[in-house]
């Protein structure tokens, strides 16, 4: 029913996360606010920044990531992983985190 990656548990453990906390409409609120905002950026930002592609998540585009910013520390590919990679690969993001932050300072 579910992709290899999420199991039954997994899903209805996040469900019931928002729908006991109440935060299903806040978790999205980020995206409506951001779809409605007159605020455009104009240029690159240029906070240092760190990608890591995981296997099974949406590949981002190389092009459109350096045109919107200019501070790009890393950007990782891995075989593994997903879109929540803290459960299914948390050693390759921890890692890649502990690298992030050792890189910047």
Not at 11 to 36: C, K, M, P, Q
Not at 37 to 46: F, H, I, K, L, V
Not at 83 to 90: G, K, L, T, V
Request: net charge negative.
């Amino acid at each position: 029913m579910f992709p290899a990656h999420l199991d039954t548990d997994h899903v209805l453990t996040n469900v019931a996360i928002y729908w006991f906390t109440n935060t299903a409409g806040s978790s999205a609120r980020l995206y409506y606010e951001d779809r409605h905002s007159a605020y455009r950026p104009e240029g690159p930002t240029t906070v240092p920044l760190a990608l890591a592609n995981f296997a099974n998540d949406f590949k981002s585009i190389r092009r459109f990531g350096e045109r919107d910013h200019s501070k790009i520390v890393s950007w990782t590919y891995y075989d593994r992983g997903s879109h929540y990679a803290a459960q299914d690969a948390p050693d390759l993001l921890v890692d890649d985190i502990i690298r992030f932050f050792a890189q910047v300072g």
